[in-house]
């Protein structure tokens, strides 16, 4: 199913298929908004410009999002919570891993770009 996120670092909204916590673009959290899929997609323009507007406010975006609480049973999570020594909230957790293999990616994208010289 789709879900409408939005990224408060991008300021943007985003489509994505399940109940993502970190921003493909940017690898910080997620705020899944209540707003479906469909609704979103028959708003015009000037509309979802709005909608993305109101959730640059804190207090507005508040009103908006919604929290999915499944997740809390799942294997990942589970184990991901195992980990969690700092008891940090979920989304920082995950923000943090994600951000640490896009530096990882990135340093084996040099090595090998240095390694093999156009």
């Given at each position: 199913?789709?879900?409408?996120h939005y ?14 916590m970190i ?27 709005a909608y ?67």
């Amino acid at each position: 199913m789709m879900y409408m996120h939005y990224c408060k670092r991008c300021h943007r909204i985003f489509m994505l298929n399940g109940h993502k916590m970190i921003c493909p673009k940017c690898a910080d959290p997620l705020t899944e908004l209540q707003i479906s899929y469909l609704d979103y997609v028959d708003l015009d323009m000037a509309q979802r410009e709005a909608y993305k507007d109101a959730c640059a406010d804190e207090q507005q975006l508040n009103k908006l999002k919604t929290t999915y609480r499944m997740y809390k049973y799942s294997k990942w999570y589970k184990e991901l919570q195992s980990q969690n020594t700092a008891n940090l909230p979920l989304t920082t957790l995950l923000a943090s891993k994600a951000q640490r293999n896009v530096v990882e990616m990135q340093h084996s994208a040099s090595t090998i770009n240095s390694d093999f010289p156009l």
